[in-house]
């Protein structure tokens, strides 16, 4: 048995799994589209409970949603400095250091302002990446979908030779 790729392993075989089970082109599409939006939320640690927030009432299908916002894990740490950078300059708020010793050294000198400061420059971040979602969520779909549907055209045509 041969090992498969990180491409197939993690990308590929969801999607194949979840089209043989019968789950739409357009559902998953609509999952991929949200679980990496959701996977680049800018607040570290939180886009298991968002997506589940999110994905549940919206019957989005739950292992292709999770794979993606798993996959999105680099890209949400190589975004979210620039989501908090832009949202400051949006806000016209200045810098916040996001220097992990200074920021700890503030935590216990001045916790009061340590949260406003940094809870500030969370929400700064929130609003740029609420600016972008829409039209992210909807250019991942409509790029996903014809992909995905060639998928399961294929699929198809291998079960129909199978017989």
Known sequence: MTESSPW?????QPIVQQLTQGTSPPKIAQAVSYGITLGIFPIIG???????LIGVPMK????????????????????VLGFYRVGEMLY????VSLSIPKMIQ???AEPGPFFRDYGMTALYGITVWCLIAPLLIFLLYV?????????????????????
């Open 92 to 95: 016209g708020a200045p810098h």
């Open 106 to 108: 503030r935590f216990f």
């Open 60 to 79: 989005l299908n739950q292992p292709v949603l999770q794979a993606f916002k798993t996959l999105a894990y680099p890209l949400q740490w190589s975004l």
């Open 143 to 163: 790029s996903t979908r014809p992909l995905i549907q060639g998928l399961a055209d294929q699929i198809q045509r291998r079960r129909h030779a199978a017989l």
């Open 46 to 52: 939180s886009t298991t409970l968002l997506s589940l």
């Open 8 to 12: 197939k392993r993690w990308v590929v």
